[in-house]
């Protein structure tokens, strides 16, 4: 596919979804940027921000199948990736496969269940297939996560280890929309819109499942030079010695941020990456591959500020 048609195709993606999210924008281009990069999202905000409604306007508007799991505390892993079942009248076992089993799952309020049940998603993630019984199935091609959590409850949460955190590509923070967003969506829901009735704001599938795995091998074609490259291991590397922080990012994050950049070049129509792509995508892809020292915590402090120190401390390429 041309790099037009790709420019053409995302941008049409992104105004099908301006008909059910008001504002969000950058949300919605870093959600594009995972997709791209054939990455999983954790979505992050409080509630009434519309991170579920996103996600379910994205799966219509990519015209792929989507299904929603909502994890709660007594959610087991076979309820997630499904299980055997026995056929009393073929005497033999039958796999039931579980939601797992689609393009695109929305993972809602995936802290509130126990780590048991998070871990199913763990092989499904990172191995695309998952293990019922001891036989390994391929999950289907694509295949996307988007998680939501929100972060300011904590009774009855329990907070994803870093081994599942690592598995996905961005953490997306959303805030509240800007006053005149909010009056938008006021005079929308005046006139009559509904977010549980997402079919009346006439969505047009814009892809399919084939026209999204095209679309993943684009971002390969995505030029960068070599000191973006010395740019990208810079910033990593700096999280790493930097005294605020107990743990830095791992090479899997420098890898993450190169191919974050590779994907929003392409989404904002261009074949190179230029160091505010690695600026502007160090946040999403570093800030749940760092922990913060104990002392740090009790200042205050945020990851994210200390993500930017960081990026002020460095050189810029030119």
Known sequence: MPDSAISAALERVQSELRK??????QVMEQVLVALLAGGHVLLEGVPGLAKTLLVRGLGQV??????????????????????????PKELTFHVRQGPVFTNLLLADEINRTPPKTQAALLEAMEERQVTIDGQSMPLPDPFMVLATQN?????????????????????????YPAQHEERDILERHYRGFRAQELAQVGL??????????????????????AP??????????????????????SPRGAVALLIASQALALVRGRDFVVPDDVKEMALPVLRHRVIL???AEVEGVQTDQVLQQVLQSLPVPR
Do not use: C, H
């Open 293 to 295: 020292r104990p002392e």
């Open 151 to 175: 972060p300011i409850e904590f009774e009855g949460t329990y907070p994803l280890p870093e081994a599942q955190m690592d598995r996905f590509l961005l953490k997306v923070k959303m805030d």
């Open 228 to 249: 973006v490259l010395d740019y990208i291991n810079a910033v990593v590397r700096a999280t790493r010695e930097w005294s605020a922080l107990a743990m830095g990012a």
């Open 204 to 225: 047009t599938a814009v892809l399919d499942a084939s026209g999204v795995a095209v679309l993943r091998l684009a971002p390969r074609r995505v030029v960068v030079e």
């Open 20 to 25: 059910a999210i008001v504002g969000q924008e």
């Open 62 to 87: 990519l015209g792929v199948q989507f299904k929603r799991v909502q994890f709660t505390p007594d959610l087991m892993p076979a309820d997630v990736i499904g299980t055997s079942i026995f056929s």
